[in-house]
């Protein structure tokens, strides 16, 4: 048996997932026409894993050139893709959903490396979800003349779509299989940090037998996505990411009639009254601002707590995080993963300084952070007001601002003024007040005695500058519907 | 005998708290009162967290670690009708020395028998450290007046019992006499005395929802129970992840409020070494390590020791041995 000599302490030993499952090539190329090509000018980018900084692979930097070609392969493959019975199409689907599902260990761990999040979460959560993703919108592909459009519902054309370097593939699962299902074919840009799930997927295709130029990947930088976005044979422009590119994008497709649909930045209420589930709720805060180091478009990244269980929950919430693990994403037993980047460990740091300076009082539990990759402890601040940078600004990134309220009335009022709009919580054992000051909040989902949940077939979308268009569920069919 | 322990707060604040709890239990509309001013509990919540708790992966010298801990906090059970002084003395035989081919493998902590065998098993196990648990009070259904519970208590306190293991009264509970859960379970204790640590066993699986669980773990420890333990193992639901958290929230907030520490006791249905580790891993992130041990954790259990074993010389030798290299009791 192994050294018992310190009985005391139950010291997780480390539990990394093998590596071994995935093989990223040392170079990319752009995915169009069914085909990987090298960018026109030949140039290139590396990706690198955030928490270590090693780099993983070369991609290519697509060119407005590229951008053209790919428009112009999804175009080419519209006329036939959307002629299919939805039937046909859904065959396509189901078996990408099944490929995503038999490879999901490898995606898993790629998405990890490429990303920085947990391992934990890639598998018990991404990866699930982006299966779960394509078989549900399989499902409508033969259903459309039900899903309340009226007969024959019709396409849209070929579909631009720019996705978010949090959650990678999942993203992509909201854009591709909506589109797809309808009859729609994609040209979609990944992030600039996270490229290489996309392009896995791209392999994914070709081995479920999707015909040429259905999906088309271009990795690049804000370059290519900005390209896309203006391409003049795009009919519809799907986007996540920040309310300021966003904003971006509106102006450049205004006075076009490419269809848009946006989903931006959040600053969500984590709302906790007195009679709350305590216990649940400092779990669900946790898993609200937490979850993926924060860096969630919905996360619960405001608190508002009853002014009279304040310094309970305080208690409760800061023993909570001492309990986290920080550390290698890699390792199983990880709770809180490496930030994506330097540029956002900037963001967050600079913010985060803004809440010190402005006068909240900062808390973070004792947590060594690793040397080398870009990592920030899980913070919380309390004594925060509506006036701070922090209780307005999104953070993206796993920093709580805790500011309270005494009546429900005031909950509300807080909660809403927010440009944003995008999520919020309640926490209650009294279903009158869940369902009274749910119907009070402006914000795309509120989720009740729970927080970050994700499902399919539930719509997902913003108020104010948190975006417009939903996706998931029915609802999503919309997007890619010329309805 | 409930360890008392220094408060994180003020150690005076603990002591009026304290105080403050003997109110709560001065009339059953205080009592019901405070149980029902307890937080509730969200069932998908607590399950989802003590089911995320589970995918924690335990492995090498963590594991080795778990192992040994967990065999050291096992109350070795046998409670059926076809008991005999026979069967008693190998169970305790085999508390004493759980692997014959290995004896640096640790004792389980006591054995627990029906108070008719407390006799038997205390003369097995005389001059070693393993205590001798007895269930007591007309278990496992409780259906008995008081008088025959604490005769039946003080029997096997006579007879030798380091622990005594009693059941609620279920049906008061429901009933929502609390105040007549708590007084039935104050008598055993004085009955207990400072002779043995008194266990309180709730049966979970009849109380049926995580806020009784919650309020009866309440009643337990103002009623001064040593342990609070979740089954008898003689129902469809006994210890499971979830209501063995929220026994452990119980214990942590209890003495977060007073200063008494209080142990807790999953018994019923974990037979592998994965369901156990999972155990621990919940005392381990949810009370931390001053729990770690078997004075603060027990496991009811009878068949988990064996896998225990098996899983132990898998480790020491890197392959499985198999049910026969391992005895049976």
């Given at each position: 048996m192994a050294d018992m000599a310190s009985p005391k302490a139950f010291a997780y030993a480390p539990a990394p997932e093998s590596r071994a499952v995935v093989d990223i090539a040392p170079s990319y190329g752009l995915f169009i026409d069914g085909e990987f090509t090298e960018a026109t000018g030949g140039k290139v980018f590396k990706t690198i894993s955030?928490?270590?900084?090693e780099v993983l692979s070369e991609v290519a930097q697509g060119s407005a050139e590229d951008v053209d070609r790919a428009v112009k392969a999804a175009r080419k493959a519209f006329v036939k893709w959307s002629a299919l019975p939805g039937a046909e199409r859904a065959k396509y689907l189901f078996r990408i959903a099944r490929i995503i599902q038999e490879r999901s260990r490898e995606l898993a761990v790629l998405e990890t490396l490429d990303n920085g999040k947990p391992i934990k979460e890639t598998r018990d959560a991404d990866l699930p979800l982006v299966a779960a993703h394509f078989f549900y919108y399989a499902g409508w592909a033969d259903k459309l003349d039900h899903a309340?459009?009226?007969?024959n519902p019709r396409p849209l054309g070929v579909a631009g779509q720019v996705i978010p370097w949090n959650f990678p593939l999942l993203m992509l699962a909201w854009k591709i299989a909506p589109a797809l299902a309808t009859g729609n074919t994609v040209v979609l840009k990944p992030a600039e940090t996270t490229p290489l799930s996309a392009l896995f997927f791209a392999d994914i295709c070709r081995q479920a037998g999707?015909?040429?130029?259905v999906v088309n990947i271009v990795t690049g930088d804000g370059s290519t996505g900005a390209a896309l976005v203006a391409?003049?044979?795009?009919?519809k422009v799907a986007f996540t990411g920040s309310t300021a590119v966003g904003k971006a994008i509106a102006r450049t497709v205004a006075g076009t009639d490419k269809k848009l649909t946006l989903e931006l930045g959040g600053k969500g209420a984590n709302i906790v009254f007195d009679d709350a589930p305590i216990d649940q709720a400092v779990e669900g805060i946790v898993q609200g601002i937490f979850f993926n180091q924060g860096q969630v478009?919905?996360?619960?990244?405001?608190l508002l707590v009853q002014e009279s269980i304040q310094d309970e929950l305080m208690d409760a919430l800061k023993r909570r995080l001492s309990t986290l693990r920080l550390g290698?994403?890699?390792?199983?037993?990880?709770?809180i993963g490496a930030i994506n980047s330097a540029e956002q460990l900037a963001r967050i740091t600079e913010l985060a300084d803004s809440g010190e300076a402005e006068g909240a009082e900062r808390w973070a539990p004792a947590c060594e952070l690793p040397s080398s990759g870009f990592w920030f402890a899980p913070t919380l601040f309390t004594?925060?007001?509506?006036?701070?940078r922090i209780a307005r600004e999104?953070?993206?990134?796993?920093v709580l601002s805790v500011l309270t309220f005494r009546t429900p009335g005031e909950a509300v009022a807080k909660a809403n003024?927010?440009?944003?709009?995008?999520s919020a919580g309640i926490w209650t054992e009294k279903g009158s007040r869940m369902l009274a000051v749910a119907s009070k909040l402006r914000a795309g989902v509120v989720w009740a005695n729970t927080f970050n949940k994700f499902d399919p077939t539930s719509p997902f979308g913003g108020f104010k500058e948190s975006g417009f268009g939903r996706e998931g569920g029915?609802?999503?069919l919309e997007a890619y519907l010329d309805v | 005998m409930p360890t008392t322990v220094p408060a994180p707060g003020n150690d005076a604040d603990a002591a009026g708290r304290l105080k403050e709890l003997a109110d709560v239990t001065a009339s059953d509309s205080t009592l019901r009162r405070f149980l029902h001013g307890l937080p509730g509990v969200d069932a998908v919540g607590l399950e989802a967290r003590a089911a995320s708790l589970g995918t924690r992966s335990i492995k090498t010298t963590s594991k080795a670690y778990a192992i040994d801990l967990a065999i050291s906090m096992i109350d070795l059970t046998t409670l059926e009708g076809a008991d005999t002084p026979g069967k008693v003395r190998a169970l305790a035989a085999k508390a004493v020395l759980p692997d014959p081919t290995d004896r640096t493998t640790p004792r389980t902590a006591a054995v627990c028998v029906y108070p008719d065998m407390v006799a038997t098993a205390k003369a097995a196990l005389a001059g070693t450290d393993v205590k001798v648990a007895s269930v007591a009070?007309?278990?496992?259904?409780?259906?008995?007046?008081l008088p025959v519970k604490l005769a039946d208590t003080r029997d096997a306190i006579a007879a030798g019992a380091d622990e005594i293991d009693m059941v609620i009264d279920r049906g008061a509970f429901l009933a929502g006499r609390y105040l007549d859960v708590f007084e039935e379970i104050a008598a055993v204790k004085a009955e207990c005395g400072d002779k043995a640590r008194l266990k309180v066993i709730f049966e979970t699986g009849e109380l049926s929802t995580y806020d009784n669980i919650r309020r009866a773990s309440w009643i337990g420890m103002l009623a001064g129970a040593d342990f609070i333990k979740t089954s008898?193992?003689?129902?469809?639901?006994?210890?499971t992840p979830a209501n063995t958290l929220l026994m452990l929230e119980a214990v942590r907030d209890f003495r977060a409020l007073t200063g008494v520490q209080v142990g807790v006791k999953p018994a019923g249905g974990i037979r592998t070494t994965k369901d156990a580790i999972k155990f621990l891993v919940l005392v381990n992130e949810t009370?931390?390590?001053?729990?770690?041990?078997n004075t603060w954790f027990r496991f009811g259990a009878s068949s988990l020791l064996n896998d225990l074993l098996m899983q132990r010389q898998k480790l020491s030798t890197g392959r499985y041995s198999g049910p026969d290299y391992v005895t049976v009791d």
């Amino acid at each position: 048996m192994a050294d018992m000599a310190s009985p005391k302490a139950f010291a997780y030993a480390p539990a990394p997932e093998s590596r071994a499952v995935v093989d990223i090539a040392p170079s990319y190329g752009l995915f169009i026409d069914g085909e990987f090509t090298e960018a026109t000018g030949g140039k290139v980018f590396k990706t690198i894993s955030p928490s270590t900084e090693e780099v993983l692979s070369e991609v290519a930097q697509g060119s407005a050139e590229d951008v053209d070609r790919a428009v112009k392969a999804a175009r080419k493959a519209f006329v036939k893709w959307s002629a299919l019975p939805g039937a046909e199409r859904a065959k396509y689907l189901f078996r990408i959903a099944r490929i995503i599902q038999e490879r999901s260990r490898e995606l898993a761990v790629l998405e990890t490396l490429d990303n920085g999040k947990p391992i934990k979460e890639t598998r018990d959560a991404d990866l699930p979800l982006v299966a779960a993703h394509f078989f549900y919108y399989a499902g409508w592909a033969d259903k459309l003349d039900h899903a309340g459009y009226g007969a024959n519902p019709r396409p849209l054309g070929v579909a631009g779509q720019v996705i978010p370097w949090n959650f990678p593939l999942l993203m992509l699962a909201w854009k591709i299989a909506p589109a797809l299902a309808t009859g729609n074919t994609v040209v979609l840009k990944p992030a600039e940090t996270t490229p290489l799930s996309a392009l896995f997927f791209a392999d994914i295709c070709r081995q479920a037998g999707l015909p040429k130029g259905v999906v088309n990947i271009v990795t690049g930088d804000g370059s290519t996505g900005a390209a896309l976005v203006a391409h003049e044979d795009v009919n519809k422009v799907a986007f996540t990411g920040s309310t300021a590119v966003g904003k971006a994008i509106a102006r450049t497709v205004a006075g076009t009639d490419k269809k848009l649909t946006l989903e931006l930045g959040g600053k969500g209420a984590n709302i906790v009254f007195d009679d709350a589930p305590i216990d649940q709720a400092v779990e669900g805060i946790v898993q609200g601002i937490f979850f993926n180091q924060g860096q969630v478009c919905c996360a619960g990244s405001r608190l508002l707590v009853q002014e009279s269980i304040q310094d309970e929950l305080m208690d409760a919430l800061k023993r909570r995080l001492s309990t986290l693990r920080l550390g290698d994403p890699l390792d199983k037993n990880t709770d809180i993963g490496a930030i994506n980047s330097a540029e956002q460990l900037a963001r967050i740091t600079e913010l985060a300084d803004s809440g010190e300076a402005e006068g909240a009082e900062r808390w973070a539990p004792a947590c060594e952070l690793p040397s080398s990759g870009f990592w920030f402890a899980p913070t919380l601040f309390t004594g925060v007001t509506q006036a701070h940078r922090i209780a307005r600004e999104e953070i993206f990134g796993p920093v709580l601002s805790v500011l309270t309220f005494r009546t429900p009335g005031e909950a509300v009022a807080k909660a809403n003024n927010s440009q944003y709009g995008l999520s919020a919580g309640i926490w209650t054992e009294k279903g009158s007040r869940m369902l009274a000051v749910a119907s009070k909040l402006r914000a795309g989902v509120v989720w009740a005695n729970t927080f970050n949940k994700f499902d399919p077939t539930s719509p997902f979308g913003g108020f104010k500058e948190s975006g417009f268009g939903r996706e998931g569920g029915r609802h999503g069919l919309e997007a890619y519907l010329d309805v | 005998m409930p360890t008392t322990v220094p408060a994180p707060g003020n150690d005076a604040d603990a002591a009026g708290r304290l105080k403050e709890l003997a109110d709560v239990t001065a009339s059953d509309s205080t009592l019901r009162r405070f149980l029902h001013g307890l937080p509730g509990v969200d069932a998908v919540g607590l399950e989802a967290r003590a089911a995320s708790l589970g995918t924690r992966s335990i492995k090498t010298t963590s594991k080795a670690y778990a192992i040994d801990l967990a065999i050291s906090m096992i109350d070795l059970t046998t409670l059926e009708g076809a008991d005999t002084p026979g069967k008693v003395r190998a169970l305790a035989a085999k508390a004493v020395l759980p692997d014959p081919t290995d004896r640096t493998t640790p004792r389980t902590a006591a054995v627990c028998v029906y108070p008719d065998m407390v006799a038997t098993a205390k003369a097995a196990l005389a001059g070693t450290d393993v205590k001798v648990a007895s269930v007591a009070t007309a278990f496992p259904a409780g259906r008995a007046a008081l008088p025959v519970k604490l005769a039946d208590t003080r029997d096997a306190i006579a007879a030798g019992a380091d622990e005594i293991d009693m059941v609620i009264d279920r049906g008061a509970f429901l009933a929502g006499r609390y105040l007549d859960v708590f007084e039935e379970i104050a008598a055993v204790k004085a009955e207990c005395g400072d002779k043995a640590r008194l266990k309180v066993i709730f049966e979970t699986g009849e109380l049926s929802t995580y806020d009784n669980i919650r309020r009866a773990s309440w009643i337990g420890m103002l009623a001064g129970a040593d342990f609070i333990k979740t089954s008898t193992g003689k129902v469809a639901v006994n210890a499971t992840p979830a209501n063995t958290l929220l026994m452990l929230e119980a214990v942590r907030d209890f003495r977060a409020l007073t200063g008494v520490q209080v142990g807790v006791k999953p018994a019923g249905g974990i037979r592998t070494t994965k369901d156990a580790i999972k155990f621990l891993v919940l005392v381990n992130e949810t009370v931390g390590e001053e729990w770690l041990d078997n004075t603060w954790f027990r496991f009811g259990a009878s068949s988990l020791l064996n896998d225990l074993l098996m899983q132990r010389q898998k480790l020491s030798t890197g392959r499985y041995s198999g049910p026969d290299y391992v005895t049976v009791d």
